[in-house]
T-cell receptor
Framework: GAGVSQSPRYKVAKRGQDVALRCDPISGHVSLFWYQQALGQGPEFLTY????????KSGLPSDRFFAERPEGSVSTLKIQRTQQEDSAVYLCASSLDTLNTEAFFGQGTRLTVV | AQSVTQLGSHVSVSEGALVLLRCNYSSSVPPYLFWYVQYPNQGLQLLLK??????LVKGINGFEAEFKKSETSFHLTKPSAHMSDAAEYFC?????????????FGTGTRLKVLA
């Protein structure tokens, strides 16, 4: 498709379980972002990639969160030993370059930790 | 550090009335400013953006915003609200010239349009 694709759309995990969230950005987009959006809140920055390089991971809340983009296209956000506070919508976005172009967002993955 | 403040978490307007959603930003360098809209269970869609040049920017669906540096504001307006405008609106700031590439979002304003 032409847009940013995220899978799965919905994920229910038991507390302590590991999860992996996938993002397929728009083809050719250099920049890729991950955001966490809690219910009723704005998106909170997690991490940023420029091609395969993770240039900013200042928003990752703990060392349980890990993201990768090994070939500069598809990205995976991994959360280890999930906790209830990890329940949120995880949004992926991509943009063509690093300057003033807009970010295109996927529909998000809603993670519920029970 | 950059930040965004959206005044009013909920705004209600009558159909056909003016829409005004407020956004103030804080930035030590010239900012790039964005308004995004989010419909239920959807991702964010860009309405409009300001980078450089003309301070009044027009976007999709009849929305526009004006960058006012002296007021550090980027308020979103639409002359006449439509029922389909009901959604959550997010203002965002970005300062790539500072070496920071992330978008920083406000907490959002939920717009309700009354028939």
């Amino acid at each position: 498709g032409a847009g940013v694709s995220q899978s799965p759309r919905y994920k229910v995990a038991k507390r302590g379980q590991d999860v992996a969230l996938r993002c397929d950005p728009i083809s050719g987009h250099v920049s890729l972002f991950w955001y966490q959006q809690a219910l009723g809140q704005g998106p909170e920055f997690l991490t940023y990639f420029q091609n395969e390089a993770q240039l900013d991971k200042s928003g990752l809340p703990s060392d349980r969160f890990f993201a990768e983009r090994p070939e500069g296209s598809v990205s995976t956000l991994k959360i280890q030993r999930t906790q209830q506070e990890d329940s949120a919508v995880y949004l992926c976005a991509s943009s063509l370059d690093t300057l003033n172009t807009e970010a295109f967002f996927g529909q998000g993955t809603r993670l519920t930790v029970v | 550090a950059q930040s965004v403040t959206q005044l009013g978490s909920h705004v209600s307007v009558s159909e056909g009335a003016l829409v005004l959603l407020r956004c103030n930003y804080s930035s030590s360098v010239p900012p790039y400013l964005f308004w995004y809209v989010q419909y239920p269970n959807q991702g964010l869609q860009l309405l409009l953006k300001y980078t450089t040049g003309a301070t009044l920017v027009k976007g999709i669906n009849g929305f526009e915003a004006e960058f006012k540096k002296s007021e550090t504001s980027f308020h979103l307006t639409k002359p006449s609200a439509h029922m389909s405008d009901a959604a959550e609106y997010f203002c965002a700031v970005r300062t790539p010239t500072s070496g920071t590439y992330k978008y920083i979002f406000g907490t959002g304003t939920r717009l309700k349009v009354l028939a």
